[in-house]
């Protein structure tokens, strides 16, 4: 007995290291039972237990001012009617069942606004009546849909197209410009997670820039025609433009008598 009672005695490493299995195990227990209990996090439970309202939206849409409305939406309520009118049948707002259906697309292209006008996505959530986290699917999908219906509103024009922009610009002194082009920024609401610091601008704010990145040509009538978007907002108007797929592929989109008008901050590149 004594014998079989001294093979079944553990090594003093093994005992420490069951000690410390053992520990962990049961703080484990104690910080998970501390967190559900209304520990550090706070109570868990079910999600959106406040009180919403389903009827703030419409009355945004349908009651407000026009001043009200336009302070939420970032637009009048025609132009909203228009852009809803444009992304209605996209086939993305059309992917949910017959048990739980998408909420109509006008709900989703208001959050879509709300968030882009820069309230917060708990800010949206409420007014909404949405969860936080359906803010962020919201607005993924509309930018899907603008992005799908892009190519039918922001074409670089054709060959009789530019003669016609060329013959406007010619009354103003300028035969064979296609437009004019600048730089602007697009102020961000908080320091980007990856490389922030290469969006601080110039002016002192977080920032994405636009060649719309912004080198944007507009016709004579103010139309976009052409974007680049996405760059830092440390980064020059001109090396934007030299990167652009319209300074890259210039012989494209230019005949060797067209040009479009820039300001000192793209000059040295656009020599066509």
Known sequence: MARQHRRARRHPDEEEELAAVVFAHYTHQFLQQERFLGGKWGTRG?????????????????HFSDRQARSWLRMSREAFWTVHDLLEDDPIFHTGTATHP??????????FLCRAGAETSIKVASVMSIAEGTVY?????????????RSDFLAWPGPLRREYISAEFEKGGFPGCLGSGDGSLIRLRDKPIV??????????????RCFFMFITEIDHRGIF?????????????????????LWINRERYFRTHEYILVDKGALSFIRL
């Not at 699917?137 to 219906?149: F, G, P, S, W």
């Not at 052409?226 to 652009?244: A, I, K, L, T």
């Open 225 to 245: 025609t052409s974007y680049d978007f996405g760059w830092p907002g440390s980064v020059q108007d001109s090396r934007v433009f030299r990167n652009s797929d």
């Open 46 to 62: 079910p999600y959106m237990t406040h009180r919403r309202s389903e009827d703030f939206f419409d009355c945004i849409l349908y």
């Open 195 to 208: 490389n922030g610091f290469s969006y601080w601008c110039r002016k002192k704010f977080y920032s994405v």
């Open 137 to 149: 699917l919201y607005t993924e999908r509309v930018c899907k849909a603008l992005r799908n219906i």
């Open 102 to 111: 998408q909420r109509p697309v006008r709900y989703q292209l208001a959050t």
